[in-house]
């Protein structure tokens, strides 16, 4: 989604085609609830398949679902490299 909103936020959980993402400030959290559906779009185009269903983002990481599991899955998933802003997959 770009630079500046990628300073404002961090994937911190996955679970059950939900991915949650920390965010800076609560302007920022009101903002993006506007591209939550743009930014999971571009994300399963980019991964292939529907791996995304839902985007939560939460100011707070500790109230996240932990599970070892799932967190693998994540880290997996992020260790891809993304495309920049404009490119293809």
Do not use: C
Request: zero cysteines.
């Amino acid at each position: 989604m770009g630079a500046k909103i990628a300073e404002q936020t961090q994937p911190v959980s996955y679970y059950k085609g939900t991915l949650y993402v920390w965010v800076k400030s609560p302007s920022w959290m009101q903002e993006l609830t506007y591209f939550a559906k743009d930014m999971k779009d571009k994300i399963n185009v980019w991964a292939g398949e529907e791996w995304i269903y839902f985007i939560r983002f939460t100011l707070d990481r500790r109230s996240l679902p932990k599970t070892e599991e799932n967190q693998k899955h994540l880290q997996n998933f992020l260790s891809k490299q993304f495309p920049n802003e404009g490119e293809g997959r």
